[in-house]
């Protein structure tokens, strides 16, 4: 599955350095653990990232339908 293309585009163009500035993009994502959620693809999935803010990094870990987010499996990731 393709990632979305306004997140890919948003994101290789912006300076995030907190949580609070990708909410300003996007309202919806959300900190659980170490990681940032975002919902895609009207809420069928979603996107499981973790964020090196000083770097400007994103590391994809998971992309989810929400069942299996549900599930809570991706939990047990050592960086959750």
């Known amino acids: 599955?393709?990632?979305?293309?306004?997140?890919?585009?948003i994101a290789t163009k912006v300076d995030w350095s907190?949580?609070?500035?990708i909410q300003s993009i996007f309202p919806k994502v959300e900190?659980?653990?170490n990681f940032t959620i975002f919902n895609i693809k009207g809420n069928k999935y979603c996107l499981?990232?973790?964020i090196d803010y000083e770097k400007q990094l994103i590391y994809i870990k998971y992309?989810?339908?929400?069942?299996?987010?549900d599930k809570e499996k991706w939990k047990n990731d050592p960086y959750f």
């Open 1 to 9: 599955m393709a990632l979305p293309r306004s997140l890919v585009l």
């Open 48 to 50: 499981i990232v973790s």
């Open 18 to 21: 907190n949580l609070v500035e």
């Open 63 to 69: 992309i989810l339908t929400h069942a299996e987010y």
């Open 31 to 33: 900190a659980v653990g």
